[in-house]
C-alpha cells in the first residue's frame, strides 16, 4: 500500500502560477511511474503529466506543455506539478496517482490515489 497526500492548490488569477505536491508514504516501490491526473466539473479526467522514476522521462498532456513541470524529491518522496501561465480551462481537482502502469504515461488506471487538491483559475 501508498498513501499519497496532495497539497499546494488554490485560487489564482489567470498567468499565475501554483506548485501541487504529493507527499507519499508507505510501499513506495509503487512510485516508479507517478502523476497528475484532473478532473473539471462536468468534463473526464484527465491525465495531466506522468513521471517515469529509473530514467526520469516525463509525459504531458498537449494543453500543458510549456506550461506544467512535473519533478520529484526521491529523498523526501515527494511528487510535484509546477503550474506555470494558469489559464481558468486548468481549474479542476487535481489528483496525484501512483504505480502507473507502463508505458508511463499513457493509461491512467490506478489503485493509489490522493484525495486530490482543488485549482481555480480566475480570469
Known amino acids: 500500500q501508498v498513501q499519497l497526500e496532495e497539497s499546494g492548490g488554490g485560487s489564482v488569477q489567470a498567468g499565475g502560477s501554483l506548485r501541487l505536491s504529493c507527499a507519499a508514504s508507505?510501499?513506495?516501490?509503487?512510485?516508479?511511474?507517478m502523476g497528475w491526473l484532473r478532473q473539471a466539473p462536468g468534463k473526464e479526467r484527465e491525465g495531466v503529466a506522468a513521471?517515469?522514476?529509473?530514467?526520469?522521462?516525463?509525459y504531458y498532456t498537449d494543453s500543458v506543455k510549456g506550461r506544467f513541470t512535473i519533478s520529484q524529491d526521491n529523498a523526501k518522496n515527494t511528487l510535484y506539478l509546477q503550474m506555470n501561465s494558469l489559464k481558468p480551462d486548468d481549474t479542476a481537482m487535481y489528483y496525484c496517482?501512483?504505480?502507473?502502469?507502463?508505458?508511463?504515461?499513457?493509461?491512467?488506471?490506478?489503485?493509489?490515489w490522493g484525495q486530490g487538491t482543488q485549482v481555480t483559475v480566475f480570469s
Open positions: 496517482v501512483a504505480d502507473l502502469p507502463p508505458p508511463c504515461g499513457n493509461t491512467w488506471f490506478s489503485d493509489y
Open positions: 513521471i517515469y522514476t529509473p530514467g526520469g522521462n516525463t
Open positions: 508507505g510501499n513506495t516501490y509503487h512510485n516508479y511511474c
